[in-house]
């Protein structure tokens, strides 16, 4: 079973209790969790929970970027908090749980006076998920609403 969660905002400490409420209810191990957006990746709350903290997810933990994090040092947090969590870049397709998921994170219909450049979705990003063949994909996570929304 796959746990989605979404727009954490930094509060790390309610995936493990989402887990723990999840697996209590199902009676069924959670296989990993997926994250839709808004995580919160931003270095001082990352650095206070993980290693200050000693703080670990209880399962295998996976996200999408949403308009909410640190994309000036984006890649960086991703590869320095590695061992905690595994960002799905857009367009990409991963085994998670079993299952194939495509990555398709951002937003596209934000203000453009405040929406962080790396959010923002582009019409290359789209031509990427829409080239792969149907029979890659089992899921599709995104943080973006359907158009006409939002």
Not at 47 to 58: D, I, Q, T
Not at 137 to 146: A, G, M, R
Request: hydrophobic share 40%; glycine share 10%.
């Amino acid at each position: 079973m796959i746990l989605f969660l979404s727009d954490l905002h930094g509060w790390y400490g309610l995936v493990n209790e989402q887990i723990r409420h999840a697996e209590a209810r199902f009676h069924e191990k959670i296989a990993a969790v997926i994250e839709l957006g808004d995580f919160g990746l931003f270095g001082p709350a990352l650095h206070e929970h993980f290693l200050m903290r000693n703080e670990r997810f209880l399962r295998p933990f996976y996200f999408v970027e949403g308009n909410h994090e640190d994309f000036t040092h984006f890649e960086t947090l991703t590869r320095v908090y590695h061992s905690h969590l595994t960002h799905i870049p857009r367009g990409s397709v991963q085994e998670i749980g079993g299952k194939r998921v495509l990555g398709f994170g951002g937003a596209s219909y934000m203000d453009p006076r405040i929406t962080p450049h790396g959010s923002v979705i582009r019409d290359e990003d789209i031509d990427r998920c829409l080239a792969l063949p149907d029979t890659t994909v089992d899921i599709i996570v995104s943080h973006d609403c359907p158009k006409g929304l939002g």
